[in-house]
């Protein structure tokens, strides 16, 4: 009799396992579409949609010192909004600074390869994007730190807070949000800001929505 029960347990288990596995199904880096319009404020890049290898952004510009850690490029629009943001933001106590914004196709790769190296593939696939499939080629993304100085650790510092609730008034969304990462693609990340204007940037806040689910509605 208890053995019964033990067999009708494993299987339970086993059944909840496979579903799992299924739920975990998806078809990132399937079907992969080269991006055509890589110029637009509301490019999508991610797992399925690659840049062309050779685009770079026509206008990048230097942020200000002030606001990132070192020389660091951003599309001009993007580049103003940030440094508006980061000036607000300093004048009531928060310190956000860029410390990662454009990066261009073989620095991605090296990155992606850094990873693979060290803790394999599917981990690179959660942690980074593979060349041509990352924002920070686009130079309208930006990591930010905030005073606790690690950007891992953005979402324990006051300046979480503050971005979580202002990013959007200046044209940024939280781009990979907790919970999403079977619509993105990508693991949580509180550091990763993209900019898409103050407009789209409002409905996607006030939506709860990701740029993926956003760019359905429009
Ligand atoms: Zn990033």
């Given at each position: 009799m208890k053995k019964a029960i033990y067999i009708i347990l494993f299987i339970l288990i086993a059944i909840f396992f496979t579903k799992d596995i299924d739920f975990f199904k998806n078809d990132f880096y399937e079907n992969i579409k080269t991006i055509?319009?890589?110029?637009?404020?509301l490019v999508l890049v991610n797992k399925n949609n690659k840049l062309p290898d050779n685009y770079i952004p026509k206008n990048l510009v230097l942020i200000d010192n002030k606001y990132s850690n070192n020389d660091k490029y951003l599309q001009k629009e993007a580049k103003m909004a940030f440094e508006n943001l980061s000036q607000d933001a300093r004048l009531l106590g928060y310190y956000i600074i860029g410390v990662s914004a454009y990066r261009d196709y073989n620095y991605q790769k090296s990155l992606y390869n850094e990873y693979v190296k060290e803790k394999g593939q599917s981990y690179a696939d959660r942690a980074s994007a593979r060349p041509g499939h990352s924002e920070h080629q686009t130079g309208l993304a930006i990591d930010v730190m905030g005073s606790n100085n690690d950007y891992d650790l953005f979402?324990?510092?006051?300046e979480f807070n503050w971005m979580k609730d202002n990013a959007h008034l200046y044209g940024?969304?939280?781009?990979y949000p907790k919970g999403k990462e079977k619509i993105t693609?990508?693991?949580?990340?509180?550091w990763h800001y993209r900019y898409v204007g103050v407009k789209h940037a409002k409905m996607i806040y006030e939506g709860n929505l990701t740029l993926e689910e956003y760019l359905k509605t429009t």
């Open positions: 055509e319009n890589p110029d637009d404020l979402e324990k510092s006051n940024f969304i939280l781009r693609g990508f693991k949580y990340e509180p």
